[in-house]
């Protein structure tokens, strides 16, 4: 039986290769092990869904690099607008939530990650001037 010609049989191939999975979200300065170990706690979890972690991550950032006057308002009567787009500190708690149930490596990881909002929120603020 004869040798197939090179060309025919990369001609019945497709293009592209398929795609089982469609691509994981990543999160700026977490490693792709931490990413793995992430998505795989949303999956295993009940308490968890596809994609919380880096949606609560993203209000967490958002919340605190927002104007101290804002802050400051949110404190003094609540915020109406968390109720149906979530609330920063029920979305830090679950950080603190799935950093506990990783490994330490990648929960350290994680740590970082947040502990730069952390900072950002903790930072001394200069008092208010009596106008």
Known sequence: M???RP????AG???RPARDAPAQPVIDGL???AMSEI????RTRNYLQSGDV???LRLWKEYVRRPERELWHDDEFGNVYWYCCGDPFEARALLDTVTQAMSPRSAAELRRV????DAVW???RPPYEAA
């Open 2 to 4: 004869p040798r197939s």
């Open 7 to 10: 060309g025919r049989v990369r």
């Open 13 to 15: 191939l497709s293009r």
């Open 31 to 33: 490693s792709a092990r």
């Open 39 to 42: 998505v795989h706690l949303e």
């Open 54 to 56: 880096r949606r609560a």
């Open 114 to 117: 947040v502990g730069r909002s």
């Open 122 to 124: 903790n930072r001394p």
